[in-house]
């Protein structure tokens, strides 16, 4: 097959390699369970729905609720709510959350189901805070190019059922969180800010990051005089102490996504090698940064991880489709392919996972009359890579561990580029 077909192929299979309804329920097989009174879920995250349909194949479940970014067939009662911006469902469904939680026993089981997006999903405002407040923030940070670590810094100060409130509310009962991990390097209390485990930061890294990125102008004055009242210590801090009866299983991550990719390509006879899974930067930097990794013959290098973009103009596209045109610049006229796509299926506000590009990319693009450094310019890709027939739309896959990217240099062939010049 052509290498476009064969990256396509190959993203294909590190997506099902971490398919949530087979993760969970092969996790919940594992679980001792038999001493539970009532066993109860909370799913939230995009892959929530089979999350718990995994969990439900294999566990009796007495309650519970489920908070995704669209409808599904759903094992228990759901709540649709907004993603990557919180909405009126995900403030209802952190109310339900709570509610659930706090009816647990002594003698119950929580199981909460995690996977990315639950920060927008689950947006239950701090006292005094209500939802535009969280809106208006989340939105911020987006656009300002923080990375997930500190957008979730912020999101926990300013939230009453982030930064380990949710394990609280769960208290006396048992918990176990299964997570479907979209952060590089996995970490616990960062991953959708960390509802059930103890949270390392404090009000104070809270303002250093709206200092660090510059928005204090795009804050109310109802969301900084929240993080100053809580710096000074009149705003209870997030819980520092793990819930005393839990136990946490990553089911799924980026690096497992990345080893079913290269597990294919060597099945196609292709060689392949992980570079890493823990890549991040500005997306556009990142990108170009990996096709400066030496390869050896016609190998397919792999990335795991998760970029971040700062918006600069008022166009379309996502981190991804900023990376892959960023990396067909690169590589105009000569024999190499790139991917780059995240394995929820979306990046950013559009219907694409992202772009795979080859050297043929910028020629097309600019018979299509589209500029590729205006798009990166505006933030405007999509309009690009689609003109070029190269955009990669699949739908939302059910899953979410970040992005995977990937790069094949052919060394047979000569290049020939576009001749574009800016």
């Known amino acids: ?31 001792d369970l038999r001493h539970a009174h009532r066993v109860i879920a909370i799913a939230v995250g ?9 969990l439900a194949a294999v566990v009796d479940l007495a309650d519970g609720v489920i908070v995704a970014p669209d409808h599904g067939e759903a094992p228990l009662p759901l709540i649709v709510g907004g993603h990557p911006i919180p909405n009126e469902g995900s403030a209802a469904g952190a109310r339900r959350a709570l509610e659930v939680a706090a ?45 997930i670590s500190d957008t979730n810094i912020v999101r926990k100060h300013l939230s009453a059922i982030k ?20 952060v590089v390097g996995d970490p616990l209390d960062v991953i959708a800010s960390g509802p059930t485990v103890p949270d390392p930061t404090t009000f104070g890294d809270a303002l250093g990051v709206v200092e660090r990125h510059g928005i204090f102008d795009r804050l109310s004055g109802r969301v900084l005089g929240h993080l100053e ?7 209870d801090e997030t819980p520092k102490q793990p819930h005393v009866r839990h136990e946490v299983v990553v089911i799924g991550s980026g ?60 166009g379309r596209g996502g981190r991804n489709q900023e990376a892959a045109l960023a990396a067909a610049l690169e590589i105009d006229g000569r024999p190499a392919t790139f991917l780059a ?13 992202g772009g795979v590009v080859d050297g043929g990319t910028i020629g097309r693009g600019l018979a299509a009359n589209f500029d590729p450094f205006a798009a990166l310019a505006d933030n405007d890709t999509y309009p690009f890579l689609a003109a070029a027939g190269d955009l990669i739309v699949m739908g939302p896959t059910g899953t979410n561990v970040a992005d995977l990217w990937m790069f094949r240099r052919r060394v047979e062939a000569e290049p020939t580029d576009s001749g574009y010049q800016p």
Do not use: W
């Not at 476009?4 to 971490?18: D, K, N, P, S, Y």
């Not at 089981?109 to 701090?126: E, F, H, K, M, Q």
């Open 341 to 353: 796509g995240g394995t929820d299926g979306t990046d950013g506000p559009t219907d694409a996972a």
């Open 103 to 147: 009816s647990a026993g002594p003698d119950d089981v929580v199981v909460c189901l995690i996977s990315g997006g639950a920060s927008a999903l689950l947006a239950a405002p701090a006292r005094g805070l209500d939802l535009d407040d969280l809106i208006e923030t989340n939105r911020a940070l987006l656009e300002c190019g923080a990375d």
């Open 255 to 314: 690096a497992v996504a990345a080893e079913a990719a290269a597990t294919y390509l060597h099945s196609q006879q292709v060689p392949a090698r992980i570079v890493s899974t823990r890549h991040t930067g500005e997306a556009r930097e990142a990108a170009v940064a990996a096709l400066s990794t030496e390869s050896y013959g016609d190998e397919v290098l792999i990335f795991a991880g998760e970029t971040t973009v700062t918006v600069r103009g008022s």
């Open 46 to 54: 995009k892959a929530a729905v089979p999350m718990a349909r995994g």
């Open 229 to 235: 009242r809580g710096r000074r210590g009149l705003v």
């Open 1 to 31: 097959m052509d290498d476009r077909t064969l990256l396509l192929e190959a993203f294909r299979a590190g997506i099902a390699g971490v398919e949530p309804e087979f993760a969970t329920a092969r996790a919940a097989e594992n679980l």
């Open 163 to 182: 930064g380990g409130r949710l394990a609280a509310a769960a208290v006396p009962a048992r918990l176990i969180t299964l997570v479907l991990s979209d």
